[in-house]
């Protein structure tokens, strides 16, 4: 018998699952059904944008490591993985290497701009060496008609389509990635996708990439590129010597640029602009060395640097002859 002032502890209700027996309904059994299946149609929606992105990652591509994190074993597996899907795609076997920097090394570029003459053969053989979409196609080199006597690129035009160039009262400015030694782009990546290595070239991860586009904004020289839909390469087209950190097929959804075609010159070879210009316009080389051609133009031509005042140190420079 309860004593008078001493309240009573209330049963707790059935479970919402279950009748006075214990025993599951029908109906609540078809409550908690619907409510599983709308769990997964609202899981199901929220990753149907990434079933609509091309090669959406293997297991073994989605739990991969960071670049700096991975074994020599490791690279390899993943090396091989890469190798059998271009393999796949393009019925070729590649050439794919994971060249390091080499010791003593810092590249730069110099770039003569009185004999440029705007032909835009140094842009071509960059789309060729370095597989980049031919539809649509994508250019990490820029080259400006700058009308002489100015250095102000907002008067400039990329979209010359002259029957012969150079045009009188013209000059001509090719930009791309000026591997800055203060690279804005690394710093506002919010995975570290992309990091200076120490030969000065800034390199992407594509296989980290998230495709914020972060560094693409950063940017002030307009040097790195989307893919908004997937990279198209002829099959005959496709470079088979390739580089993890360089040229090696992209997919939609990451962001790519120039790496001064890293797959040649960790070879101890030039860049492909630099060998197709038929003016000798382009020199590319090793500033370390106080022999190399590089160090004799920086010391005793009127270098610059494209938009110097932002601060981001330039390894890519310009100079006149006069």
């Not at 690129?153 to 979209?159: A, L, T």
């Not at 904004?217 to 005959?236: H, M, V």
Request: proline share 9%.
């Amino acid at each position: 018998m309860t004593a008078p002032n001493t309240p009573t502890t209330p049963e707790p209700p059935p479970p919402a699952c279950a009748n006075n027996g214990g025993e599951i309904t029908r109906r609540n059994f078809l409550r908690a059904s619907a409510g599983l299946a709308a769990s997964v149609a609202g899981v199901a929606a929220a990753l149907s944008p990434l079933r609509d992105l091309d090669g959406f990652p293997s297991v073994e591509e989605f739990l991969q490591k960071h670049y700096k994190e991975l074994s020599k074993d490791e690279m390899n597996d993943v090396l091989q993985r890469i190798s059998g899907e271009v393999e796949k795609e393009y019925g070729i076997r590649p050439h794919l290497r994971d060249l390091k920097p080499m010791n003593g090394v810092e590249f730069v570029y110099a770039l003569n701009l009185t004999r440029c003459i705007g032909c835009r053969k140094c842009v071509h053989a960059c789309v060729a060496e370095n597989n980049q979409s031919r539809s649509p196609e994508i250019q990490y080199i820029r080259v400006l008609k700058m009308p002489q006597g100015t250095l102000d690129v907002e008067r400039s035009d990329h979209n010359y389509a002259p029957k012969s160039v150079p045009e009188k009262g013209f000059y001509y400015m090719p930009v791309q990635c000026h591997q800055c030694k203060n690279p804005p782009c690394v710093k506002v990546c919010p995975v570290k996708a992309t990091w200076q290595e120490s030969d000065g070239i800034t390199v992407i991860d594509y296989n980290w990439c998230i495709g914020c586009r972060y560094c693409e904004a950063a940017c002030p020289y307009w040097a790195r590129r989307f893919n908004f839909s997937k990279p198209s390469i002829p099959r005959e087209k496709i470079n088979p010597n390739m580089s993890y950190l360089g040229n090696r097929p992209r997919p939609k959804g990451v962001v790519e640029k120039c790496h001064f075609c890293i797959q040649r010159t960790r070879a101890g070879k030039y860049p492909a602009c630099l060998e197709v210009c038929p003016t000798g316009s382009r020199k590319f080389g090793n500033i370390l060395d106080p022999d190399s051609e590089v160090s004799y133009i920086l010391k005793n031509k009127r270098v610059f640097v494209l938009k110097e005042e932002v601060g981001t140190l330039p390894r890519f420079f310009y100079y006149f002859d006069a």
